[in-house]
């Protein structure tokens, strides 16, 4: 997973088939998805994953509506085709099933 740079590197990602994992180092719920994410990145591969600090990035979490950690927001070709918001702690089963969704 690539750790978002910039808010240019946002713009220019979203262009394509791309998925912001909306997180923070100090979010219990967020260190969940650390062992089985790497798993489902290969099963998902025709996304591109980002990893994006929420404190590092306020400004698109804001622009993005993420209020909640962690988040997921997928997109393809510069649509949006999916989120999966909340600050609830996330299953393995509940992201593959998000992300077969969009």
Known sequence: ???LQSKQE???AKQGNAV???SANWCPDCRFLDPFMPEIEQ???GFEFYYVDRDDHIEI???MDIFGIPSFVAFRDGEETGRYVGKER???EQVTAFLETV
Do not use: S, V
């Open 1 to 3: 997973m690539k750790t």
């Open 90 to 92: 996330k299953t393995p």
């Open 43 to 45: 099963t998902f591969n």
């Open 10 to 12: 946002f713009d220019t």
């Open 61 to 63: 979490a804001q622009e």
């Open 20 to 22: 912001f994992l909306f």
